[in-house]
Nanobody, 120 residues
Framework: QVHLVESGGGLVQAGGSLRLSCAAS????????MGWFRQAPGKEREFVSS????????YYKDSLKGRFTISRDNAKNTVYLQMNSLKPEDTAVYYC?????????????WGQGTQVTVSS
């Protein structure tokens, strides 16, 4: 069993930045790839970014490249999502998950989510 807890969400003005964190417990964190998804009201959950076990390979939703950066600290069992130049359309609940791939079904474990709201 894996327990994932996101933090770092909040209300920010357009153009601002936030860093989300996801703390993991219950499995050897460094053995598993991780990902971030988001879900806006009335929309499907969508892939944001993923990172492999070592942190040496990262992937992003095309439209987010250059603004979002995923990273991980295996010593702290934590994965991060740095979000810069935020836009109102980035408003969503952000979830971290353990797994690999662009689809939610590729992931086995999920956190409870953290709300990000970007005001215009």
């Amino acid at each position: 069993q894996v327990h994932l807890v996101e933090s770092g969400g909040g209300l920010v003005q357009a153009g601002g930045s936030l860093r989300l964190s996801c703390a993991a417990s219950g499995r050897t964190f460094s053995s598993y790839p991780m990902g971030w998804f988001r879900q806006a009201p009335g929309k499907e959950r969508e892939f944001v970014s993923s990172i492999n076990q070592s942190g040496g390979a990262t992937y992003y939703k095309d439209s987010l490249k250059g603004r979002f950066t995923i990273s991980r600290d295996n010593a702290k069992n934590t994965v991060y999502l740095q979000m810069n130049s935020l836009k109102p359309e980035d408003t969503a609940v952000y979830y971290c998950a353990q797994g690999y791939g662009p689809q939610p079904s590729d992931y086995d474990y999920w956190g409870q989510g953290t709300q990000v709201t970007v005001s215009s």
